[in-house]
């Protein structure tokens, strides 16, 4: 486990924003049942399954504990309950969860003045931490057990930190990291070409990978003012949204990257249509398949004007430019004609416009084409529509959500 000073800040692990305020009971507004709670009205994030050999990419997981360490009691313990739900109550690691719910609440109650359900919270939790022998959830189970009974002995003591193992070569880990970004590429094929270890494709990949990992506090600035529209009722226009986040890459990670270069080659796909280029991550990555399989086209999309000359300047850093075209305006309208078969797709705009465009891209899909549709997870609700559409075989698909990322939709044209 890595050693921090007891008075650093607790390290972030998801990319999702804290709320405005903890919640207290008598104090502040009650999160999701007072209309002016920091949760009101929002998607609950029910996630289908919690694989717990996946946990690295789970957003929802990895908030549970970034709550957690920065004292959001409440909120944590709803977090990790989705989790516990969604992994099995009485599975081992569902009465892992448990204890660390209990745990939080504990602190919860703590923080409230009830002494004697603080401590029954406490021991419960921490017998159930027991169980664990070794590492579970990246949690050192007896060091994290002691850890809370050392801090539940004191009235004075400093609430117990959770503090991920991260194993530094494990290139499973998203955890953001600005070096190392690449880790889940890997370093050489037996042969044919690989744009993805060419050193020029690399170094822009290493940097763009490097400024979007540096924008976690934008990030967080962002999901607020989503979040202050939602509460407020306001629906904002998708040029606005995009003008909002005009400065920030919103960009897969790079294991995303690697998976859809890797499905762009096995498909051998030649014209691949994308919604949302942002600053062209992961359009580097489209790119540089393209190109291995022997040349194409890849037709990003992009509202934000500044954003694709970003893109563009990018792309001719790595050598790519020439296997891509950026059609500036709505997707709903710029990706209607992409001008034959489409081998792939890769929707990442905004949610609600997935099903318009992927309907639209429909009848120019070639039969086994993909299609890829980033965040499924966080935005599951939003996403409900799309789901059912890409999993009803009436309408020519067939599809599986992955644990890749924040939940990567996986479909396939039939
Ligand atoms: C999540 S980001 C894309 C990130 C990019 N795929 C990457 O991995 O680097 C979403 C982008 O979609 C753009 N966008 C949203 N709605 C759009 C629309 N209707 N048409 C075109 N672009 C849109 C936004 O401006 C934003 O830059």
């Known amino acids: 486990m890595a050693h921090r000073a007891a008075n650093a800040p607790p390290p972030r692990y998801s990319d999702l924003p804290l709320p405005p305020y903890r919640y207290v009971a008598g104090s502040t507004p009650h999160p999701t049942r007072d209309p002016g ?6 998607e609950r994030g029910t996630q289908p399954a919690f694989d717990p050999e996946s946990w690295r990419s789970s957003q929802q997981y990895l908030r549970g504990v970034d709550l ?5 009691w409440w909120e944590a313990h709803e977090a990790l309950e989705d989790c516990w739900r969604a992994v099995g109550r009485r599975s081992e690691t569902g009465l892992f969860l448990q204890g660390l719910i209990q745990i939080a609440a ?3 109650k703590r923080r409230a003045g009830s002494k004697t359900a603080a401590a029954r919270l406490c021991r419960t939790g ?6 664990t022998s070794g590492v579970r959830l990246g949690i050192d189970a007896a060091a994290f057990a002691a850890q809370v009974d050392a801090c539940f002995a004191s009235a004075r003591a400093t609430p117990a930190r959770i503090l991920l193992i991260e194993p530094a070569a494990d290139p499973a880990w998203e955890g953001g990291r600005a070096t190392g970004m690449l880790a889940a590429v890997p ?4 042969s044919g070409p690989y744009s993805l270890t060419d050193p020029t494709v690399r170094a822009v990949l290493e940097r763009l990978h490097g400024e979007a990992a540096g924008q976690k506090a934008a990030l967080a600035r962002f999901g607020l003012s989503m979040l ?3 509460l407020l ?6 040029d606005r949204e995009a003008a909002r986040a005009k400065n920030l890459y919103l960009a897969i990670s790079a294991k995303q990257g690697a998976f859809v270069y890797l499905v762009a080659r096995s498909l051998g796909a030649r014209r691949v249509v994308e919604f949302g280029t942002s600053f062209g991550i992961s359009t580097l990555y489209l790119a540089a398949a393209v190109r291995d399989n022997g040349g194409g086209i890849v037709i990003g999309s992009e509202l934000e004007p500044q954003k694709i000359a970003v893109a563009r300047a990018n792309l ?3 050598g790519l430019a020439d296997q891509v075209e950026i059609r500036e305006g709505d997707a709903c309208e710029t990706l209607k004609h992409p001008g034959g078969p489409v081998d792939m797709a890769l929707l990442d705009g905004w949610k609600d416009l997935y099903l318009p465009v992927l309907e639209n891209l429909t009848p120019h899909l070639r039969t086994g084409a993909v299609v890829l549709g980033d965040n499924i997870f966080t935005f599951w609700k939003s996403l409900a529509p799309y789901r059912a559409h890409v999993r009803d075989e009436s309408n020519g698909f067939q599809s599986v959500t992955l644990q890749l990322g924040d939940g990567t939709e996986y479909s396939v044209r039939l």
């Open 316 to 318: 001719e850093e790595a």
């Open 233 to 238: 009722g306001r629906q904002p226009t998708p």
């Open 68 to 72: 957690f360490n920065h004292a959001f």
């Open 126 to 131: 921490v017998s159930k931490l027991r169980k």
């Open 187 to 190: 370093d050489s094929l037996a």
């Open 228 to 230: 202050t529209d939602r």
């Open 106 to 108: 504990a602190h919860w």
């Open 37 to 42: 709670g920091h949760s009101f009205g929002v």
